[in-house]
């Protein structure tokens, strides 16, 4: 292995993120965690990426865990949760549109507004 020696073995490390999802049943975040590993975000972004490697399995069981979590989240109206969850979930590259759907709305001068949305080849416009 090249570069510095890892300040984290995989055992330890996995013991804290058990210890970590278990003290935050119901609101872990991915930062929280990173944060009790000492290590930042990027480096839990990194190992979630690798597809292999010593701590993709743990990677991906804390990443896995705050998806469904927000997900959950969904089917609770109550105190703007679910808009919460729906950012969180957007800011992480899940999309509420079909792959390769763009929505455009533009101002057009007669007054009110043509809005375009194309995808999968196919355009459809709409003046409001």
């Not at 003290?23 to 000492?38: R, V």
């Not at 957007?90 to 007669?110: M, R």
């Amino acid at each position: 292995m090249a570069g510095r020696p890892r300040k984290l073995d995989p055992v330890t490390a996995n013991k804290i993120v058990d210890d970590y999802l278990a003290s935050h049943p119901d609101k872990p975040t991915i930062s929280g965690c990173a944060l009790s590993l000492g290590v930042d975000i990027q480096t839990i972004s990194n190992w979630s990426h690798e597809g292999k490697g010593p701590f993709f399995g743990l990677a991906t069981k804390l990443v896995s865990t705050c998806y469904a979590k927000h997900e959950e989240r969904l089917y609770d109206s109550k105190g703007g949760a679910a808009a919460g969850s729906i950012f969180w979930l957007k800011a992480h590259g899940l999309s509420d549109q079909p792959s390769g759907t763009k929505v455009e709305a533009v101002t057009v001068p007669e007054g009110g507004i043509k809005v375009t949305i194309t995808g999968s080849g196919n355009a459809a416009g709409v003046d409001v």
